[in-house]
């Protein structure tokens, strides 16, 4: 049973830079929520996405956006890259209406804008 | 204001010791849920346990356990036997108005190091 996927694991951008983080869920799931973890904090919700729309948006800029895939699988995209970007991005997934809609993370893509 | 509020930073435990994580939460809404994650160094979050509001038994999962007091509005995370494994950070997280709010609400977290 595959569990949630995210690539790349690793990435160097600079500023002004535009950057595309991809996920696929858990096997089963159908719906993708994105986080970013800043050094030392606890994980903020950027959105949650599930039948390719964007069902709910935290306090993220516009700058912020994403796209999900009738496979489920998702993109976060970020355009114009900040140093305070930098952090590690979680992405969750879940199957609506199941299990208490339990988010389950992938390992993360830890991104670094220089 | 903080959803979620972990007072401990960072907590050391004998190995084959139990360890009580404290999580206190603030919401005005009667349907919400609570769930714990653990983060080791790798940086994936992993599920461990969840309890909803309207649960009237304290969940546990194994060696998990949580305390829940819903007056006192505190969902602690007891670990128990502790392992050299269990040392990681540790997340309290909420999701409020379950049929309307999907985000988790976490909090800042509390490392725990288990000594041999």
């Known amino acids: 049973d595959a569990g949630v996927t995210q690539s790349p694991t690793h990435l160097i951008k600079t500023r002004g830079q535009q950057v595309t983080l991809r996920c696929s869920p858990k096997s089963g799931h159908d719906t993708v929520s994105w986080y970013q973890q800043a050094l030392g904090q606890g994980p903020q919700f950027i959105f949650q996405?599930?039948?390719?729309?964007?069902?709910q948006r935290g306090n993220f800029p516009d700058r912020f956006s994403g796209h999900q895939f009738p496979n489920y699988s998702s993109e976060l995209n970020v355009n114009a890259l900040l140093l305070g970007d930098s952090a590690l991005y979680l992405c969750?997934?879940?199957?609506?209406?199941?299990?208490?809609?339990?988010?389950?993370f992938g390992p993360g893509t830890r991104l670094l804008v220089l | 204001a903080q959803k979620i509020t972990q007072t401990q930073p960072g907590m050391f435990v004998q190995e084959k010791e139990a360890v009580t994580l404290d999580c206190t939460y603030d919401t005005s809404d009667p349907s919400y849920g609570l769930f714990w994650y653990k983060q080791p160094s790798s940086g994936e979050m992993i599920f461990l346990i969840y309890q909803g509001s309207y649960d009237q038994q304290n969940a546990t999962e194994g060696r998990y356990s949580l305390n829940f007091q819903k007056a006192r509005k505190s969902a602690n995370l007891v670990i128990s036997a502790s392992q050299l494994g269990d040392s990681a950070m540790y997340f309290c997280a909420m999701r409020e108005g379950v049929w309307n709010d999907y985000k988790l609400s976490f909090g800042a977290g509390t490392t725990v190091t288990v000594r041999a």
């Open positions: 996405y599930y039948e390719e729309e964007e069902r």
């Open positions: 969750a997934s879940s199957l609506v209406g199941h299990n208490s809609e339990t988010q389950y």
